[in-house]
């Protein structure tokens, strides 16, 4: 059963995972540099909100959400999704 939450500190190497699988492929994100321990742990706790969808106790996507400006425009956001090659295709049933 899928279910979605927010991101747990035991996630971190399952969501490190699939992050620098998008990086690697090189077409969805601008990054370039595939995060480790540290870098992973990082980026993700310097979101606003990290969201994982679980499935049978394995994280199958992620996304982040933070702003995207400053000031008077801190309250528009911006989010990013990565899933797992081993699910795409696969119709996450619920959004986010």
Known sequence: MRTYRRQR????????????????????F?????????SGREFFESQSYTGVAEDDGQIVGLYIL??????RCGHICNASYAVSSNVEGCILERSW
């Open 9 to 28: 500190r035991n996630d971190l190497q399952q969501m490190i995972d699939i992050w620098n699988e998008v990086v690697e492929d090189g077409i969805a």
């Open 30 to 38: 601008p990054q370039e540099d595939l995060l480790d321990d540290v």
């Open 66 to 71: 933070h702003p995207n400006n400053v000031g």
